[in-house]
């Protein structure tokens, strides 16, 4: 499924509007996630900005499939990779190990650090992270997997050092780059969430895929993930709560393991 950077160059940019029309209440959940956290929304805008502003070049980081138009000729084609593949499983922090030939018609969506739950790399179509998935999501980008990279206050100096090392790999991996920011930001996206799980369903819905029609595995609030990265655990169930509220507005919270 990973495809080479003259294939996506052949392509025409069509344009921007890849996403469909973004509910309210997902992207108002970023704003109630934030009012609960305490988290500022100038910083979020911020690294989005300056994520927004790294992307501009013709070749960013040296990178010509980086470009604003390269970007979007490889969303235009992940695009219709989620949409036509039959069986598409999003993959969540609390997965156990997966061997993807058990499911020889699928495609897989990975949260961050959960691609390591996947033993083939060939068969992920992208990985939604921001950032702190470590080795997993470095195996991912080194092997040229799609990644879906999100912008948050918190992230700025990681999303920078990954970026930095990434673009020094033989095959680097495709980007679409994310925000959580009520502003728009030229050549990013936001597709509504909170976490990388969620986020990534929020993704998919964005592209036009139908929820009901994907698999999610590894969704869960009883406890943190092993492919979840470094963090307070208390503090993530926290979060996990607010992933299980955006799969409610998503009409997909039948997937979670509580």
Same mark, same amino acid.
């Given at each position: 499924m990973n495809l080479t950077t003259h294939t996506f160059l052949e392509r025409p940019w069509v344009g921007v509007n890849v996403f469909n029309h973004i509910p309210d209440g997902l992207i108002a959940l970023q704003d109630e996630v934030r009012q609960a956290f305490g988290w500022s929304a100038d910083a979020d805008n911020v690294s989005?900005?300056?994520?927004?502003?790294?992307?501009?070049?013709?070749?960013?980081?040296?990178?010509?499939?980086?470009?604003?138009?390269?970007?979007?000729?490889?969303?235009?084609?992940?695009?219709?990779?989620i949409c036509s593949i039959e069986r598409l499983i999003v993959v969540g922090a609390g997965s156990e190990t997966i061997s993807v030939d058990d499911y020889p018609d699928a495609g897989f969506i990975a949260a961050d650090g959960a691609v390591g739950a996947l033993d083939d790399l060939s068969r992920v179509l992208?990985?939604?992270?921001?950032?702190?998935? #470590?080795?997993?999501? /470095?195996?991912?980008? @080194?092997s040229g997997v799609h990644v879906v990279l999100h912008a948050h206050g918190d992230n700025r100096e990681v999303w920078k050092e990954l970026v930095t090392v990434w673009s020094n790999f033989e095959q680097p991996p495709f980007l679409t780059l994310t925000h959580?920011?009520?502003?728009?930001?030229?050549?990013?996206?936001?597709?509504?969430?909170?976490?990388?799980?969620?986020?990534?369903?929020?993704?998919?819905?964005?592209?036009?895929?139908s929820l009901k029609s994907v698999e999610c595995v590894g969704f869960r609030t009883d406890y943190v993930g092993p492919w979840s990265g470094t963090t307070n655990p208390e503090r993530k169930k926290q979060k996990? #709560?607010?992933?299980? /509220?955006?799969?409610? @507005?998503?009409?997909v919270e039948h997937h979670l393991i509580r």
């Open positions: 989005a900005i300056e994520m927004s502003n790294q992307f501009t070049d013709e070749a960013p980081y040296g990178q010509v499939s980086w470009s604003i138009a390269s970007r979007q000729a490889a969303l235009n084609e992940l695009k219709h990779s992208c990985v939604v992270s921001d950032g702190d998935g #470590a080795e997993h999501l /470095e195996r991912a980008a @080194r959580q920011s009520t502003t728009h930001h030229e050549g990013m996206h936001n597709p509504g969430g909170f976490t990388d799980g969620d986020r990534a369903l929020c993704f998919i819905h964005a592209m036009g895929r996990l #709560a607010w992933m299980e /509220e955006s799969m409610r @507005r998503l009409g």
